[in-house]
């Protein structure tokens, strides 16, 4: 595991898109792999300035390998690929990406400097608890991606795809979905900005995550619903409850034995896998504090007055804060 920045662990600094929800996604699913003991190393394809590669470099354990895959700048693949890559501000630049990681974690992760499809010559199939796919976003790109992402995967392991649903990337919502329909991938949840899923049993793994969320019920909303019988289950941050644009709230340390425990302890196939051990029980400061400010602390799962959700649902958020001060 790398050296921590002292706390509050915050990515204000690294410039980015990966958002808050999605950084808190991650940290729970990787927690959860680390209690559950999921072998396997880590992958991210699109590293950009390293916001979301950041995050990914907290949850290596002794022995795990975590690569990384980004054009930097060189040629990108195709016509439409290259017309992508230059809206892209600011540039990537690999030096940029190295300082920025380097400010985080003591050592750099494995640098796949290239087109994504390099990455099959760097990284075994079979190896990965969880592949992050935001490099290209175009249909032929991103299926591509996806088959790879799915050979590359250990049993069960999570694949995080960006911009399924933003109105810019059409190719990807249509890349997911025809895996999903006919590639066998099944969703673990959806945020906002990015498409969690799985090619094993997401069963469990949707079970922990909705009775944690079923804590927090302040700080996340959450809507379930099946479709084509798969149960998906919709979840978003109460932006009442997010930082100011451009400020992202602390994050924990990882807690001891979600980051520390190793592949030692990995269950073999035919034994039982160990017993989970209890969730780190972290939310934001900023949500903790005003709740105890509104006399709220610890009301664990109670709900909100129906008064309060129709406020909500008509209040525009802006009012609702303006309303707070
Ligand atoms: C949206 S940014 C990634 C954002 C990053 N994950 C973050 O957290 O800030 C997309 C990145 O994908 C890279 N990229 C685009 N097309 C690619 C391709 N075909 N192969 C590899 N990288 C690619 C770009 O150079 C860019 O750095």
Redesign the pocket.
């Not at 991210?44 to 590669?53: F, K, P, Q, W, Y």
């Not at 895959?69 to 700048?73: A, E, Q, T």
């Given at each position: 595991m790398t050296a921590l920045p002292a706390s509050p662990w915050t990515l204000d600094s690294v410039p980015?898109?990966?958002t808050e929800t999605d950084m808190r996604v991650f940290e729970w699913l990787l927690s959860y792999q680390a209690r559950r003991h999921t072998p396997g190393d880590l992958l991210?394809?699109?590293?950009?300035?390293?916001?979301?590669?950041i995050v990914l470099g907290r949850h290596l354990r002794e022995g795990d390998v975590f690569t990384v895959?980004?054009?930097?700048?060189s040629p990108?693949?195709g016509e439409d690929?290259r017309r992508?890559?230059t809206e892209?501000s600011p540039a990537?630049d690999r030096d940029a990406f190295e300082i920025n990681y380097l400010a985080y974690h003591s050592t750099l992760p494995e640098v796949v400097h290239?087109?994504?499809a390099s990455v099959a010559f760097h990284v075994k199939p079979g190896s990965c608890r969880f592949v992050?796919l935001?490099?290209?976003h175009l249909h032929a790109?991103i299926s591509a991606d996806l088959a790879a992402a799915r050979e590359l995967l250990v049993e069960g392991g999570v694949v995080a795809v960006?911009g399924y649903r933003c109105r810019r990337t059409p190719g990807v919502a249509a890349a997911v979905w025809e895996a999903f329909s006919a590639g066998g991938l099944r969703p673990v949840c959806l945020s906002p900005g990015k498409f969690y899923g799985t090619w094993g049993d997401p069963g469990p793994i949707q079970d922990e995550l909705v009775a944690w969320l079923a804590e927090r019920p302040d700080e996340w909303t959450v809507a379930e619903e099946t479709v084509a019988g798969r149960r998906v289950i919709r979840l978003d941050r109460d932006p009442a409850d997010a930082a100011a644009p451009g400020q992202t709230l602390p994050l924990p340390e990882v807690a001891p034995e979600a980051a520390q425990e190793a592949a030692p302890d990995s269950p073999q196939e035919g034994t039982p896998a160990p017993a989970p051990v209890k969730a780190p029980a972290w939310t934001s400061t900023r949500s903790a504090k005003s709740r105890r400010a509104k006399g709220k602390a610890g009301r664990g799962k109670r709900k909100k007055s129906w008064r309060h959700r129709l406020a909500r649902k008509l209040v525009p958020n802006a009012l609702r804060r303006l309303r707070r001060r």
């Open positions: 980015g898109s990966f991210e394809i699109g590293v950009h300035l390293g916001r979301s590669a895959c980004d054009l930097f700048g990108a693949p690929n992508e890559v892209l990537p290239g087109p994504s992050h935001d490099a290209s790109e960006d």
